[in-house]
C-alpha cells in the first residue's frame, strides 16, 4: 500500500496542472474554476496538492488575484505545453493522420493587418480548411500581447518595435515608408523632400502610444527637425480620408494604399525604416494544428 499515494498524485497530476495553469492565465482562483467547470474550492484544493507534492509556493496571493512566484513561473513555463498538448491530442492526432477538419482558430491583429495583410492568407485557410472557425480578434498591440500571455489567442500578428522576452516575432513581409498629402498640397508636387520640408505643415498621426507616433518622434529628433501633430485619428483609413479632404499629411506605411486614393505620396525611406509585419508568439507555447497550418499559409504566402 506504501506505493498508492503516488500513484494517486500522478493520475491527478494532469487535473492539478490544468488548475494551475488556467489560475496563472487569469490570476484567480475563481475564474480559473469558472473555466474549468469545477468549484473554487475543488481548484484550490487542486494547486495546494501541487505545492505540497514539489514542495514549494506557486502563487503570492494578494487578496481575490494571485500572482506567480519565481518557482510558479518555471513550472508554468515546464507545464502549459504540455497541459495544451494534451488537452489538443485528438486534433493534433487526427492533424497527423491527414484530417483536420474541425476545431477554433483564434488571431490577434490590429485593424491595418486585418484589412491589409489578413484577407488573403484568410481565404485560403478558409478554402482549404472549411470545418475550422476562424476567430479575427481586433486588437491594438498592447491588448495582443495581453491576450497572446493569457493564451487567449494562438498567435498574433502585427508589426514590432520592441520584442519583449516572452515572446518571438518572425517578420514574414516588409513596406515602406512614405508622406502621403491631398493632390493641391504644396508639397505634392516634389519628387524627393527634407524632414524639414513637413516641419511647417500638421500632421495627421495614429494615437499617441501607438509604435508609429514613436518612431515620427525618434526621426524628427535624431535630425534635429521639428514637426507638429494637428489631429490624432485611429485607423489608416480615418487618416488617409482626412489627408484627402484637406485636414493635414501623414507619415504611413505604404501597406496601406491601394491606388485607388485621391492623395499624392512620396517616399521617405531615406529618414525611415521599412516596416515588418510578423508572427508574433508566446515562448513556450504549444501550437495547435490549426495554427500550424495557417503559418505554413503565411510563409508560403510572403516568402
Request: proline fraction near 6%.
Amino acid at each position: 500500500m506504501a506505493g498508492t499515494p503516488q500513484i494517486h498524485y500522478k493520475q491527478n497530476r494532469l487535473k492539478q496542472l490544468r488548475a494551475f495553469c488556467h489560475a496563472a492565465q487569469t490570476g484567480s482562483i475563481s475564474e480559473a474554476a469558472e473555466r474549468l467547470y469545477l468549484s473554487q474550492p475543488t481548484v484550490s484544493l487542486q494547486i495546494q496538492a501541487l505545492e505540497r507534492e514539489l514542495e514549494t509556493v506557486l502563487f503570492e496571493r494578494r487578496g481575490p488575484k494571485i500572482k506567480l512566484t519565481p518557482e510558479g513561473e518555471t513550472l508554468y513555463k515546464l507545464s502549459q505545453p504540455l497541459v495544451e498538448g494534451m488537452d489538443k491530442l485528438q486534433e493534433t492526432f487526427a492533424a497527423s493522420c491527414g484530417k483536420l477538419e474541425s476545431g477554433e482558430l483564434n488571431i490577434a491583429a490590429g485593424e491595418s493587418t486585418i484589412l491589409y495583410i489578413l484577407p488573403e492568407p484568410i481565404r485560403r485557410f478558409a478554402e482549404r480548411y472549411p470545418g475550422i472557425r476562424v476567430k479575427l480578434h481586433n486588437v491594438t498591440g498592447r491588448d495582443g500581447m495581453a491576450m497572446l500571455r493569457a493564451d487567449e489567442t494562438d498567435l498574433a500578428i502585427g508589426s514590432m518595435l520592441e520584442i519583449p522576452d516572452d515572446v518571438t516575432y518572425q517578420p514574414v513581409v516588409n513596406y515602406a515608408p512614405v508622406l502621403i498629402t491631398p493632390l493641391d498640397h504644396p508639397l505634392a508636387k516634389k519628387e524627393s523632400i527634407q524632414l524639414h520640408d513637413i516641419s511647417p505643415y500638421g500632421l495627421i498621426l495614429p494615437p499617441h502610444h501607438l509604435s508609429t507616433w514613436r518612431m515620427v518622434d525618434l526621426v524628427f529628433k535624431q535630425h534635429n527637425a521639428n514637426y507638429n501633430v494637428t489631429l490624432e485619428a485611429g485607423g489608416w483609413e480615418v487618416i488617409k480620408k482626412y489627408v484627402e479632404i484637406g485636414l493635414g499629411i501623414s507619415i504611413v506605411t505604404d501597406v496601406c494604399l491601394t491606388g485607388e486614393e485621391q492623395i499624392s505620396t512620396i517616399p521617405l525611406g531615406e529618414y525611415f525604416p521599412d516596416r515588418s509585419y510578423g508572427i508574433v508568439l508566446r515562448r513556450g507555447k504549444f501550437l495547435s494544428p490549426q495554427a500550424k497550418r495557417f503559418l505554413e499559409i503565411v510563409k508560403e504566402m510572403f516568402n
